[in-house]
Nanobody, 119 residues
Framework: QVQLVESGGGLVQPGGSLRLSCGAS???????????MSWYRQAPGLERELVAF????????QYADSVTGRFTISRDDAKNTVYLQMTSLKPTDTAVYYC?????????WGQGTQVTVSS
């Protein structure tokens, strides 16, 4: 059974940094690298939005305009983990952050981790 578990969220002051991790388990051996891994976020009262994605084998990376230059997505396929390094955090970054694994015919979500940016 595939599971995605996010960690690293918390309370941080504006201008601060956090590093989110999403560890995956249950993928058939050697297949994790073929999945597109993404980070989404959902703030209260708003729709879930794509923050960043990294393609299979890390060949393509894209970011939402709102986080470009501040967030960095990366993956370590040996550890079945995707990361989101967040810097220069703003109150508008406050949300629950979710990771997603997208394959050809499969999609998996984590349970989310809360990020709160407040003084």
């Amino acid at each position: 059974q595939v599971q995605l578990v996010e960690s690293g969220g918390g309370l941080v002051q504006p201008g601060g940094s956090l590093r989110l991790s999403c560890g995956a388990s249950g993928f058939p051996f050697g297949t994790y690298a073929s999945y597109v891994m993404s980070w989404y976020r959902q703030a209260p009262g708003l729709e879930r939005e794509l923050v960043a994605f990294i393609s299979s084998f890390g060949t393509t990376i894209q970011y939402a305009d709102s986080v470009t230059g501040r967030f960095t997505i990366s993956r370590d396929d040996a550890k079945n983990t995707v990361y989101l390094q967040m810097t220069s955090l703003k109150p508008t970054d406050t949300a629950v952050y979710y990771c997603e694994a997208l394959g050809i015919a499969t999609q998996y979500w984590g349970q989310g981790t809360q990020v709160t940016v407040s003084s």
